[in-house]
């Protein structure tokens, strides 16, 4: 979280819905946030094996996760799924550093 690296034994569940995602830890919730233009999801940049498992999730502004799949394909399904109801929130989620073009 936010640059840290902290170590986690327990499962975390990453829900991806219409209008929010949330990440989840048990019956707490550890962040919940509504799709919007500062947020920012994508596949983690860098070298290794575990980069292709893995999805950088910046809520806001100050705050960013970095989340680690069991395989390359549930994270690739997670991030397009989270991008297609982003869309339909009229949101497009991309990652820091990429350009984002409006469509039309």
């Given amino acids: 979280m936010n640059g840290n690296d902290y ?14 995602v949330k990440l ?8 919940r ?3 919007s233009t500062t947020m920012k999801l994508c ?3 860098g070298g290794g094996n575990a980069a292709a498992c893995a999805v ?3 809520t806001r502004k ?7 799949f069991e395989t390359d394909r ?11 109801f982003a869309s339909s929130c009229n949101v497009v989620l991309a990652g820091p550093g990429d350009q984002v073009h409006g469509g039309g």
């Fill in 62 to 68: 100050g705050l960013s996760y970095t989340l680690a």
């Fill in 24 to 31: 989840r830890k048990g019956r707490s919730t550890k962040a």
């Fill in 56 to 58: 950088f999730w910046q």
């Fill in 33 to 35: 946030e509504s799709y």
């Fill in 74 to 84: 549930d994270r690739n399904a997670a991030i397009m799924l989270a991008r297609k």
């Fill in 43 to 45: 596949g983690s940049r």
């Fill in 7 to 20: 170590a986690s034994k327990s499962v975390h569940v990453f829900h991806i819905g219409k209008l929010r």
